[in-house]
């Protein structure tokens, strides 16, 4: 067991110094009932809940012959929430006039027990959910209230759900509680896939049928910004554009959506508004419900706009003979503006001032002065983009769509898989990630090198590496080929959980949430180097702080547009709060009895995350809740002695590891700070 670190920020004085935990509702057959998962709704600070929201959908255009708009109510809703259980409890729709209501009731463990609907346009509807150990569960539909109804076992395995029905049989096929595929009708001789792709977040970006390919963006709020429909047996398509006003929580309070399809172009179609009137458990209430107000006109009006500067780019191209083509975007010739290079039998173009990457496949194959769409290619194109041949050699672009002819680097990394690559006239190498197993003509990003360097961390765990405790599933210490040591929680050999890894030849020790792979974490990652720096950071939520020993400088992390800078944190002159801003910003605090503190605060409260340092050699890394310890944290005693893992209100809770100074030790889960076993 390898001690823990610091040397806290006594820089002060001298100078100016969302996990994925279950498989989605919606994949599972459930209603659509949770505050958050379902809804998105998001959570003020202090636990402010949304516990009703209005809704009012419209058709809203021009009349014929004039500007005047006719507007159209076309469904309105009231969602009403349970507050403390963070699900809906009553939801009414009413649509061309009639009025459906879906009632909702859970079990004494929160879970949803039985769902029922009245009034419906096709009758009552009810649904019983019965739960079994082991993560299985009964769903049984009905339609009338009593009767036996229609009843659909799910059976947890290894690789997901496996559904049983009078009607349907399906399996649920998910990787680290993302759905992967769900086969349909498994014990037919021709069952259907649906197949899933996530974002790093975990929210489906493209969703794969037979018949029908779906894809999905989002914006920085998490709300879909864009969706598009193919029909793979005609190739019509449909697609929506979305903009949105937000209220102060991040909640959105008036949606517009344009409408796009294949088959009515050059028939213009209206964006369409949505209204939201929000109470929150404070009493707050934002939003409107009124879509003639004045406020929301002007609102419409913005959006609009918007709308008409965020119109979907759609690209397409003709082929003139064997080497030459028209590239056009929305219709117009932008062949000037494109890089291109060909991937086999396919045609790459690259879209210099969008910087989009598109594919015209079977560009050699297709027929000369003929329109054909070109695929965007949906993937970070920060570092340049990459293809493998089939005997092996690549085709490697910048990010700027130009093809490095000739390289003075092609070498494996110490993984015998990943290959180093540097162009002629480039000044650093890119990295070529899993290069042995890629597939043949498909285009993969390439990778920053010196991040790689700084992230290269062990990808599997074998009984020769393994140290102490269980290397599969439970807590474990463990190094990889490069000396890079593990202290982290296992599932079935990937880590989940809090986790502390120390790179070897660096010193630098990173302290984070691990979410089923060493490169994906949640929350907060602090990092450090005896007698180099601490930092903190969190990319999701955009705060980052630090301070460098060798400068003396304590500096927050600015985000503006995605432009991140540095703001050195000047000295107050007070001899409480010493840098910063100790109420409700990055600060470091020293307290009467000769503690400090350099993290995040709120109303004057440490809140969020930071490093608390006692006078008498104690010392906590981790997240704050209104001062108390919340959420994972590493609490270090001056013996040596150390708990790593969760808390709840300042007490062990969940999983966690706690050390004596003795190098005994007791690691699994924690209840109100006392050890349940592994």
């Given at each position: 067991m390898k001690r823990f670190f610091i040397l806290f920020l006594l820089f002060a004085i001298s100078s100016s110094a969302q996990k994925t935990t279950k498989i989605r509702n919606i994949d599972l057959g459930f209603p659509l009932h949770e505050i958050e998962e379902d809804y998105e709704l998001k959570i003020g600070k202090g636990d402010i809940i949304p516990i009703l929201i209005n809704k009012k959908q419209y058709d809203q255009r021009t009349k014929r012959g004039s500007n005047q708009l006719s507007t159209e109510l076309k469904v309105e809703s009231s969602a009403t929430f349970d507050k403390n259980l963070r699900k809906i409890k009553v939801l009414k729709v009413t649509n061309s006039g009639t009025t459906t209501t879906y009632n909702f009731q859970y079990d004494s463990k929160g879970r949803l027990k039985k769902y029922w609907s009245k009034g419906g346009r096709y009758g009552d509807t009810y649904e019983n959910y019965n739960y079994q150990g082991n993560a299985n569960f009964t769903r049984t539909k009905s339609f009338k209230e009593g009767d036996g109804g229609i009843k659909y076992i799910y059976t947890k395995t290894d690789y997901g759900y496996l559904v049983g029905g009078d009607d349907i049989k399906k399996k649920i096929i998910a990787e680290n509680n993302l759905v992967k595929k769900i086969i349909h009708g498994y014990d037919r001789n021709q069952p259907s896939e649906t197949l899933y792709f996530h974002n790093e977040s975990g929210k489906v970006i493209k969703r794969e049928t037979g018949y029908t390919t779906l894809i999905n963006q989002y914006n920085s709020k998490g709300d879909l910004k864009f969706f598009k429909e193919t029909n793979k047996r005609n190739g019509n398509t449909t697609s929506r554009t979305y903009v949105y006003k937000y209220d102060k929580y991040g909640n959105w309070i008036i949606q517009m959506n344009l409408l796009d399809m294949s088959i009515a172009r050059g028939i213009p179609s209206f964006p369409n508004p949505t209204i939201r009137k929000i109470t929150y458990s404070n009493g707050e209430t934002t939003g409107f419900d009124d879509i003639t107000n004045l406020e929301v006109v002007n609102h419409l009006k913005e959006l609009r706009n918007q709308l008409k500067n965020t119109e979907p780019k759609t690209a397409s191209w003709k082929r003139l003979d064997q080497n030459r083509f028209n590239f056009y975007i929305n219709g117009k010739v932008v062949s000037k503006e494109v890089n291109s290079g060909f991937m086999w039998l396919s045609l790459l173009v690259f879209h210099k001032p969008s910087k989009t990457l598109f594919i015209c496949e079977d560009y050699a194959k297709k027929p000369s002065n003929q329109f054909h769409e070109?695929?965007?290619?949906?993937?970070?194109?920060?570092?340049?983009?990459?293809?493998?041949?089939?005997?092996?050699?690549?085709?490697?672009?910048?990010?700027?769509?130009?093809?490095?002819?000739?390289?003075?680097?092609?070498?494996?990394?110490?993984?015998?898989?990943?290959?180093?690559?540097?162009?002629?006239?480039?000044?650093?190498?890119?990295?070529?990630?899993?290069?042995?197993?890629?597939?043949?003509?498909?285009?993969?990003?390439?990778?920053?090198?010196?991040?790689?360097?700084?992230?290269?961390?062990?990808?599997?765990?074998?009984?020769?590496?393994?140290?102490?405790?269980?290397?599969?599933?439970?807590?474990?210490?463990?190094?990889?080929?490069?000396?890079?040591?593990?202290?982290?929680?296992?599932?079935?050999?990937?880590?989940?959980?809090?986790?502390?890894?120390?790179?070897?030849?660096?010193?630098?020790?990173?302290?984070?949430?691990?979410?089923?792979?060493?490169?994906?974490?949640?929350?907060?990652?602090?990092?450090?180097?005896?007698?180099?720096?601490?930092?903190?950071?969190?990319?999701?939520?955009?705060?980052?702080?630090?301070?460098?020993?060798?400068?003396?400088?304590?500096?927050?992390?600015?985000?503006?547009?995605?432009?991140?800078?540095?703001?050195?944190?000047?000295?107050?002159?007070?001899?409480?709060?010493?840098?910063?801003?100790?109420?409700?910003?990055?600060?470091?605090?020293?307290?009467d009895n000769k503690v400090y503190y350099f993290g995040m605060f709120s109303n004057g409260k440490r809140h969020g995350f930071g490093h608390l340092k006692f006078n008498n050699g104690d010392f906590y890394i981790g997240n704050f809740y209104h001062g108390e310890f919340h959420g994972i944290g590493k609490y270090t005693w001056k013996s040596g002695a150390y708990y790593m893992g969760e808390y709840k209100y300042g007490k062990y809770h969940g999983k966690g590891v706690l050390f004596n100074s003795d190098n005994s030790h007791k690691a699994g889960t924690w209840k109100d700070g006392n050890y349940l076993g592994k």
């Open positions: 070109a695929q965007k290619i949906n993937i970070n194109l920060k570092e340049g983009y990459w293809y493998k041949n089939k005997d092996g050699s690549v085709a490697v672009f910048t990010n700027e769509g130009t093809y490095l002819e000739e390289n003075i680097l092609f070498t494996y990394a110490p993984n015998n898989n990943d290959v180093y690559y540097q162009g002629k006239n480039e000044k650093s190498p890119v990295v070529l990630l899993d290069y042995k197993n890629v597939e043949i003509h498909k285009v993969y990003a390439t990778h920053n090198y010196e991040e790689y360097l700084s992230n290269k961390i062990v990808n599997k765990v074998t009984k020769s590496n393994c140290l102490i405790g269980d290397c599969e599933n439970g807590y474990a210490e463990f190094k990889d080929s490069d000396g890079v040591r593990f202290e982290v929680f296992l599932q079935n050999g990937k880590p989940y959980g809090p986790g502390l890894l120390y790179k070897n030849g660096t010193d630098e020790v990173i302290f984070t949430t691990f979410e089923g792979s060493y490169t994906k974490t949640s929350g907060f990652v602090y990092s450090f180097i005896e007698g180099r720096y601490t930092n903190f950071k969190d990319d999701q939520k955009k705060i980052a702080f630090s301070n460098d020993l060798k400068t003396g400088e304590t500096v927050k992390i600015i985000y503006n547009n995605n432009n991140p800078y540095k703001k050195v944190l000047s000295n107050n002159g007070n001899n409480s709060c010493m840098l910063g801003d100790c109420y409700s910003d990055i600060g470091v605090k020293k307290y």
